[in-house]
């Protein structure tokens, strides 16, 4: 089982559409979790941290599943500009390493007009 | 923002020399990171270091590669007889604390011939 999964997509959709995406991780002693971005070519990007108890940064909601060691992403009201791949990514803890990201493939959003 | 800056953007290197990525992280930050993407693949964890020594390495993170903190700012990551496959992007990251985002530069895309 790979350490971060994630589908790949692509997934293309309108503007001002929901979209969500998931994520699934092998280590349950994981301790950090992430979502980043990363556009074409450049640096991943913080997006939000993702708490146990849900988070919310404006149209971007993140909740994890301890026990079903489960992330999502939701992005509403999509902009042209949220077109990126969007990176889960792990802080896998003290028993393995508790300062490395364990990125995820990525998962490819296309909105269009 | 304070930002994390690499150099060079682009290295151009020939098979068996020796390159030299540097990174400026962020001034209050004492956790240091390089990763790298080869093209089409996911971002991958190479070493962490912290007060001055490696703290964790991947299984990439072979005798051919070290780094360096020469100095209060710069962090360096030297690959002594590159190969072909080194060539990928190379990101520098920073934190402020061990579970902390990490925040990526720019990269420098390494191309060996």
């Known amino acids: 089982r790979k350490e971060v999964e994630q589908d790949p997509g692509p997934f293309n959709v309108p503007e001002g559409a929901t979209v969500a995406f998931n994520c699934t991780y092998s280590?349950?002693?994981?301790?950090?979790f992430f979502w980043y971005r990363q556009d074409c070519r450049k640096e991943p990007k913080l997006l939000m941290s993702v708490y146990s108890s849900g988070n919310e940064d404006g149209r971007f909601t993140a909740q994890l599943n301890r026990a079903s060691q489960y992330i999502s992403l939701l992005i509403r009201d999509s902009k042209l500009s949220d077109s990126a791949t969007y990176l889960c990514v792990v802080n896998p803890g003290p028993h393995t390493g508790f300062q490395k990201l364990v990125f995820g493939t990525g998962t490819r959003l296309l909105v269009s007009p | 923002e304070p930002e994390v800056t690499q150099t060079p953007s682009h290295q151009v290197t020939q098979m068996g020399q020796e390159v030299i990525l540097r990174c400026v992280p962020i001034?209050?930050?004492?956790?240091f990171y390089w990763y790298r993407q080869i093209l089409g693949q996911k971002v991958e964890f190479l070493v962490s270091?912290?007060?001055?020594?490696?703290?964790?390495k991947s299984e990439i993170f072979d005798d051919q590669f070290s780094v360096e903190r020469p100095d209060g700012s710069n962090f360096t990551l030297k690959i002594r007889s590159t190969k072909l496959e080194d060539s990928a992007m190379y990101f520098c990251?920073?934190?402020?604390?061990?579970?902390?985002?990490?925040?990526f530069g720019d990269g420098t895309r390494l191309s060996i011939l």
């Open positions: 280590n349950s002693a994981s301790q950090s």
């Open positions: 990251a920073s934190s402020l604390g061990g579970s902390q985002p990490q925040h």
């Open positions: 001034s209050n930050h004492l956790y």
């Open positions: 270091f912290y007060n001055n020594e490696i703290s964790e």
